[in-house]
Each structure stands twice: as C-alpha cells, then as structure tokens.
C-alpha cells in the first residue's frame, strides 16, 4: 500500500474526461484495444504500478521514469539518452517493443495494426496532462517513425557478408550473448533487427554511437547482419 | 578442409586477382599451408591471429609471436590507478588464441628478411611467411625528453606500457609526501590514447583527492590543445578544483628537461622539485616496424583497403604502429584494423572473399567516480588514407545520469573487446 500512496502524491493532476476523437484515433475504440494492456498496466485516478508501471502522464514523460519501478537496462539508457514519449516513440514502441528496446521487460508482441495504435494512443492520451500543449506535441506533427517498405523487409540478407560486417559490432557486442553495460544482439528474429538498425539509421533511437555505425549500412547491409545475428544461438 | 593443391589455386585465382596482386607466390616459396606470422600480440595482433584462426583455421597456418605469457591492456590502467579495476582485471593470456588453433611462440622478433621472406626472432629461430602482419605497438623516441631514457623507467614511470610500469606509478603516488607534486610531461602528437593522458591525470586527481588533498598536479604539454579538452577541463573544474596546473606550449611546456636522480623537472628553465614524475615521450611505431625497413619517419605507412605495408604487399601493418590517416591510435581501432587485416590476407591466401573495409573507433574515458565520457568516428579507405565519415562527442553540461549510463558503458565495451581480441 507503500506504493500507492507514494503514487498519489506523486500525480497531482489526471484528467479523466470523456472519452473524444481526436486525430490520432478514436478514444473509445482505444479503451477496447487497452484491455490487452490491463493484465499489467493500470492507468486512471487509481493506477499503481503492477507488472508495468502505471501509465497516467507518460505523454511527454521520459523513458524509464516512474518512480519505484524497476526498468530493463536497455529503457533505462535510452531515458538517460533522452528518449521522451510522444506519439511517435509510444506509436514505434507497442508496435513492437522488442524491436525497440531489446531487452525491455514488456512481454507483449505489439499491436501490428496503425489505426488500432492511434486508438490505443488516443485514449491513453487523455491521461497526460493538457494533452494538447504538451512541449512534445510538436514532433507529432513531423512523424519520425521508421517507416520500412516491404521492400526494405523483403530483402534476403547475406550471411558471410554479415558475419565480415559484424566483426564491427562484437567490439562492444559479445557473441555469447553476455550484457554488462552494453546489451546483447545475437538471436532477434531478423524482422525486429532490421527495425531497430533503420530506426538509429533514421536517428529515431537516441544512442550516438549506434546512430553513427547504422548510419553508414546500407539497406543490404543490415539485412546482412539481421541473417548472421539472428542465425547465431 | 582437405584442399587438393590444384583445385585450391584455381579457385584462389579469380577471387584473389580481383583485389590483391600476386595472390600465390605462398605456393612457390613454401609449399604446404600458406604461412601467416603476426608479430605482436596485443590489440591488433592478437584479433588478427584469432579471427584468421576462427575463419580460416584450416587452410593457413597461422604463428603469432609475443614476448609476454600475460598481456595487461592499456585500456582501462589508468582506472586501476584510480582505484576502478584491479591489475589482475586488465591481465589476458593466450590461451583461448591457442586453442583455436594458433601456433603462439612466446618469443621477440628481431628481423625480418622480406626477400627470403623470414622473421628471426631473439632465440635465434626462423619463421617463414607468405603474409607477415605486424602489430608491435610503439617505442619511445630516444632523447625526446632531455635527461630521460627507458633506463630511467622505474625512477620516472611511463606507464605508457601497462602492467609493472603501471603498478610502480601507483605506488609511487601512493608514497607521495603530503602536499607533494605530481608531474606529467606528456607526449607530442602523434601518440597512443589521445585522451590517455588526460584521463591519467583525472584518475590521478581522484586518488589524490582522496588520500592526499593537498597534492598538486603539475602537467607540461608541448601540445596547444588535445583530445576531448573541454570535457576534461569542465570535469577538473567540478571535481578537483584548484588541484591540476597544465602548463602548454605557450608558457614553454614544449621545452622541457627532466632529471631523474635529483626528481627534478626544467620548464622553459624553472626548475621544479617534483615528488613523482610520469614522462610520457615522444613515440614511433615499435622498434620491429624500423628494422623491417618499413617506416617513412616515425610510423610504417599501409594502405587501408587492406592494411598492407606501402612498402611491401606481403606485410600488413596494424595498429598503433601504423600511419593510416585519421584513425586515432587505440586499442578500439587496432581491433576494427584487424579485422580488416584478417579478411585482406585471407582472401589472399584462401578462396574467401574480399569486401569493402570500414572502421570505427570509440574511446570512453572516466573523469571521475560515474563522469564518463566519450569520442567516436567511423571510417573508411580511400586511395590516400582512412577517412573519417562521421563522428560523435559526449557534451559538456550532461546530467549525472547520461554521464553515469556512459561510464557504465565503457565497462561493457572492455567487457566486449577483450573478448573480441582474446577470444
Ligand atoms: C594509459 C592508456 C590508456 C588507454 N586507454 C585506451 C582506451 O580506453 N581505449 C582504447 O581503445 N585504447 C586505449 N589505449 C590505447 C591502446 O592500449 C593501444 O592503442 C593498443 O594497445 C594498440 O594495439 P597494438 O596492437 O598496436 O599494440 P599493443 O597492444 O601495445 O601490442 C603490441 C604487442 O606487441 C608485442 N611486441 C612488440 N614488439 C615485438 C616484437 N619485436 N616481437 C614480438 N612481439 C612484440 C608487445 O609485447 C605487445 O604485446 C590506452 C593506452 C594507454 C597507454
């Protein structure tokens, strides 16, 4: 019960209007897809922290940032790397969390479907404080989000190409998959690999060095990569 | 992998004349598995002789050459002066090198005959190669600072080689009279570790604040301006303030003599008494590079495609001993120089195949307990040089955490690298 009351304190403002349409999707519509959420997450006067950190005022919040709850590592840097929710962050996030943030603790394979996200997104939003004026309302406005072309997703990656290519990235990587510091990449299914490296490559993912070292790979390349890591143990 | 000799060669061919001249001369002149030497078993020789091991075990034969049965790495010493990391954390053998097929010969080299083909080393033994790579890092330049020379090392330290060296220079300090002067006379361009020097004096710094507040730290730097100097400065004001004089080229840190019996240093002619002296010289490309015949003035310049000798296609050159371009001399990029050594002399001397070499260096350095920061490029061959494409800088004004979520960084990153290199 520590926790909360710690929590109420905490939030001094939720605004629980009525649920409203707004251009992102349809609140109400969202209110059903949020019942996948609610195994683990509450959000509203009452919310605590369960499984998931409670979700009032994520819009505009940084990552990792609720108060007593324990993050993966990997959420952790990126808040400290300044990775802040907005729509398109928490838009690229449920669509495939592990894709964002490798070793997030959020075991949920996402919601595929972009008119089920901006619903969902809709009705959470109108638990953040003055949604509408929010300083992060803004990049809304110019998506960022790593939009890939079944092109790009298509493409049949070059294994002994990727293994050369990879050299570069077991510098900091370790094959055997330890993390201390610097997180695993061995074993992602090729699709969520791919995703993550166009989301550096488009500087959507806030880490400087992986900015750089995506930077620079071309499409092949990475799907070079996603083939040799993901056939490794 | 049995190969018979005939179907080896033709398919050597096409893969190999597209890229390198004279792929097979190893046939000719040996007989057998074609021979690769590394001499040197740090940062870039030991991932060149694992990496050729892991990828083409079978097909070359592979011998790396190092004095020392225990290598501690540079990277991360000046955290064990800080009181970071244990010596023991920074020690590597070679044993999972061997084990994955490397034939180690703990052993210096002392000549190479590049007509015969050979290297000799100190015990008097021959080896031949049709591919010779050398890592040998560096040597100090012989009267760079007056009044000094290796002779000298245990009454003023480099530390520029870790292991003993790095122990005495801790103790060193740990004996210093309350109060007492610590002195840096540090390297002119180009040397090992842009930021090690300065990442010494923040380490030093922290021990000092702890165990001897009123110590000074006294550096004199022929250079204007050095490696990440606005973070360093930022981090020396916050947390050691007062402690660190630097004294650069414009006051005279450029001219200056030491004497080790009388623990003394002459800056532009004020002599200073200094209770422990850390003389960081002048460097070359270790000593082998020389005798080879394969420097132009103090470094062995390659061509980065393929990390050869522009002297000599059947040498490759890495690391630290190498002029390449814009690569700083770092553990990180002798490793990303390796690699592309490895897959060069393999697709030499086996059937495998060439692609386009791209590098990339980051240097992480610790300015105090979670004050991390860090500089990185990427890179690629050009016909001149390694070019930088891209680069990054921590910032200064960062909040703790970013700083800290840095710091913690680093350890993963030795944590990879020495893996990468030792296996
Ligand atoms: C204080 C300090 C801090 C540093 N911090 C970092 C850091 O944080 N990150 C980073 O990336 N780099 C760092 N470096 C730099 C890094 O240590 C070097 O750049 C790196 O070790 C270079 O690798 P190398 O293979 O060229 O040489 P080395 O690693 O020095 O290896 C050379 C090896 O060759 C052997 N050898 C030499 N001559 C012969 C011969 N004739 N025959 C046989 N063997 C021979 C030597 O015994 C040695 O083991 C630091 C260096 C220092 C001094």
């Known amino acids: 019960m520590k926790r909360l009351s710690l929590f109420c304190a905490a939030t001094a403002i939720l605004i629980a209007t009525g649920a409203q349409a707004n251009e992102f999707g349809d609140a109400e519509d969202g209110a059903k897809i949020y019942r996948k959420c609610r195994a683990c997450h509450m959000v509203g006067s009452e919310a605590f922290n369960r499984t998931g950190p409670q979700l009032n005022g994520i819009f505009g919040r940084a990552a990792a940032s609720v108060d007593g709850f324990r993050y993966s590592d990997g959420l952790t840097r990126m808040g400290n790397d300044g990775l802040v929710w907005d729509f398109d962050t928490l838009d690229a996030y449920i669509e495939n969390p592990k894709a964002f943030a490798s070793d997030t603790r959020m075991n949920f394979p996402g919601v595929k479907d972009a008119g089920e996200r901006a619903d969902l997104l809709a009705f959470l939003r109108q638990y953040s404080d003055k949604p509408r004026d929010i300083p992060e309302a803004a990049p809304t406005a110019t998506p960022r989000e790593v939009d890939l072309s079944d092109e790009i997703l298509a493409i049949v990656g070059d294994p002994e190409y990727g293994e050369y290519l990879a050299s570069e990235c077991t510098t900091c990587h370790q094959l055997d998959g330890d993390n201390d510091g610097i997180p695993a990449i061995v074993g992602w299914p090729e699709e969520d690999f791919v995703v993550a490296m166009h989301a550096y490559k488009e500087k959507f993912r806030p880490h400087p060095v992986m900015q750089m070292m995506a930077g620079r790979l071309s499409n092949e390349e990475i799907a070079a990569l996603a083939a040799y890591f993901g056939g490794l143990e | ?336 120089q390796a690699k592309v050594a490895a897959m060069a002399v393999r697709a030499a001397l086996t059937d495998s195949r060439m692609f386009p070499a791209k590098f990339s260096n980051t240097c992480w350095s610790l300015i105090a307990p979670d004050d991390g920061v860090k500089v990185g490029a990427s890179y690629e061959a050009t016909e001149e040089k390694i070019a930088s494409t891209d680069s990054f800088i921590s910032q200064t004004g960062e909040d703790a955490a970013l700083r800290k979520a840095t710091y913690e960084e680093s350890i993963g990153w030795y944590a990879g690298i020495t893996s990468d290199i030792f296996g």
């Open chain 2, 1 to 336: 992998m049995a190969l018979n000799r005939r179907t080896f060669m033709g398919a050597t061919a096409g893969a190999a004349a597209a890229t390198l001249a004279a792929p097979h001369v190893y046939a000719a002149s040996h007989g057998g598995k074609p021979k690769v030497v590394v001499v040197g078993g740090g940062a870039g020789g030991a991932t060149v002789a694992r990496y050729l091991a892991k990828d083409a075990g079978d097909a070359l034969d592979i011998t790396l050459v190092e004095p020392t049965r225990v290598y501690y790495t540079c990277f991360f010493s000046n955290l064990y002066l800080g009181g970071f990391r244990t010596m023991e954390s920074l020690a590597h053998d070679y044993g999972n090198i061997a084990s994955a097929g490397v034939n180690v010969v703990h052993d210096y080299a002392v000549g190479v005959d590049r007509d015969a083909k050979t290297v000799t080393l100190a015990s008097g033994d021959t080896l031949m190669y049709d591919r010779l790579v050398l890592s040998p890092g560096i040597d100090f330049i012989d009267g760079a600072v007056p009044g000094w020379d290796v002779s000298q090392q245990n009454k003023m330290p480099h530390a520029y080689k870790a292991g003993s060296q790095t122990e005495l220079l801790k103790a060193q300090i740990e004996a210093m009279p309350e109060g007492g002067t610590f002195a840096m006379i540090a390297p002119p361009n180009p040397y090992r570790c842009p930021p090690g020097p300065y990442e010494r004096i923040s380490m030093v710094a922290h021990m000092l604040t702890q165990m001897n507040p009123t110590a000074k730290i006294l550096v004199a730097d022929p250079k204007e301006k050095f490696s990440k100097q606005g973070l360093f400065e930022e981090g020396w004001n916050t947390h050691y303030s007062g402690m660190i004089e630097r004294i650069g080229p414009d006051f005279g840190g450029n001219n200056v003599s030491v004497d080790p019996d009388a623990m003394t240093i002459d800056i532009d002619g004020a002599v200073e008494n200094v209770d422990v002296c850390n003389v960081i010289p002048a460097m070359k490309a270790g000593v082998i590079c020389e005798r080879a015949g394969l420097n132009d003035g103090n470094w062995a310049p390659v061509d980065g495609a393929t990390m050869q000798s522009r002297i000599d296609e059947n040498v490759h050159v890495l690391g630290d001993a190498c002029a390449q371009g814009d690569m700083p001399k770092s553990g990180f990029s002798a490793n990303s």
